[in-house]
């Protein structure tokens, strides 16, 4: 059964920083990664999404990247801004492309 | 670019009563879903459909949960009798196509039961 984790749980950096948010998964037989972010109280907005044959995949200051070998993936963010603050979850596709697994999210805060 | 809409964006309910999370996925796409998050929770899956059957539950869809697709466009999830712990934000998703690229969430309801 997939697992997937995120460190850390929350991060707060000021603005600027370049950050990394951390994604594990336990089984290497996905189909793709993606990532979200959530608002407080609201749905779930699409950033970046990497399928399994990519390494990478870059939107803006935001790049994502994959190693299935290790079952891994991680979120750069570049010169965080007060409106990155949100919390930001990974989610894995498995194989049969019927759900999505996802991780418990990373909150985070720029501080101004 | 094209969104997936859930309505009423929060609902509040009694315990024991039932109620219909309503969906409209995007208009080209077979696959529908719900997921759920539990206030301080992950997001998790609940149920897929597809071709006016379910085609994959979790062990969370339950007999008091149920799934319809009552005309061409929209897509419901229906609690039978609420109980306290179905308070969550209830997603519903859609996709073209099984492994999709394209796997659209919609805002959610928060549904609360008092």
């Given at each position: 059964k997939q697992e997937v984790t995120q460190i850390p749980a929350a991060l707060s950096v000021p603005e600027g920083e370049n950050l990394v948010l951390n994604c594990s998964f336990t089984?290497?037989?996905?189909?793709n990664l993606q990532w979200f972010r959530q608002d407080p109280g609201k749905g779930l907005t699409s950033l970046l999404l990497i399928q399994s044959s990519q390494r990478e995949q870059t939107s803006g200051r935001l790049n994502a990247s994959l190693d299935k070998s290790s079952g891994r993936s991680t979120l750069y963010i570049a010169a965080?801004?007060?409106?990155?603050?949100a919390t930001y979850l990974c989610a894995a596709l498995d194989n049969y492309g019927q759900n999505f697994v996802f991780g418990p999210g990373t909150r985070l805060s720029v501080l101004p | 670019e094209p969104e997936v809409t859930q309505t009423p964006s929060h609902q509040v309910t009694q315990m024991g009563q039932e109620v219909i999370l309503r969906c409209v996925p995007?208009?080209?796409?077979l696959y529908f879903y719900w997921y759920r998050q539990i206030l301080g929770q992950k997001v998790e899956f609940l149920v897929s459909f597809y071709n006016n059957e379910i085609s994959e539950k979790s062990e969370?869809?339950?007999?008091q949960f149920s799934v319809e697709?009552?005309?061409?466009s929209n897509f419901t999830l229906k609690i039978r009798s609420t109980k306290l712990e179905d308070s969550a934000m209830y997603f519903c998703a859609s996709s073209?196509?099984?492994?999709?690229?394209r796997y659209t969430f919609g805002s959610g309801t928060r549904l609360t039961v008092v």
């Open positions: 089984d290497s037989a996905i189909y965080s801004q007060p409106g990155d603050s | 995007i208009s080209n796409h969370i869809f339950d007999d697709r009552p005309d061409g073209e196509y099984r492994n999709s690229l």
